[in-house]
């Protein structure tokens, strides 16, 4: 099979929490960690994949142990948008929307966005 990715992918896991909206009233929330990652997509394992097509909503959170000494904070939230490509009963793989924002952990549920960043 002809290797089709653009973006360098890295096996890293980060836990993560994939909503995708059922109905106005209902959402449903995934809390799985990616298996690989990279600045389009990732892949998670899960026996719970949604179905192609869906969208979804996915918050991951970064350790940032090696930005300490740049930032004031240990975790960020990243929180973006993206659809599901594959599913399969091995997992899924989303593709992320092209904007994100990036926030301090601590600030994510209740505040605005410390930095909000476009590719």
């Given at each position: ?29 995934l ?38 000494h ?50």
């Amino acid at each position: 099979m002809e290797e089709r990715r653009k973006l360098e992918r890295f096996t890293f896991e980060v836990p993560a929490k994939i909503e995708m909206v059922v109905s106005a009233e209902k959402k449903e929330a995934l809390y799985i960690p990616t298996s690989d990652i990279c600045a389009g997509g990732a892949f998670f394992h899960t026996t719970k994949a949604l179905p192609e097509g869906t969208k979804v909503k996915i918050d991951l959170i970064l350790a940032l142990d090696r930005l300490k000494h740049l930032i004031d904070h240990s975790r960020a939230n990243v929180k973006v948008n993206g659809t599901v490509v594959r599913s399969g009963s091995a997992g899924m793989a989303i593709c992320f929307d092209e904007d994100y924002q990036i926030m301090p952990l601590q600030n994510s549920l209740t505040s605005t966005p410390a930095t909000s960043t476009h590719h």
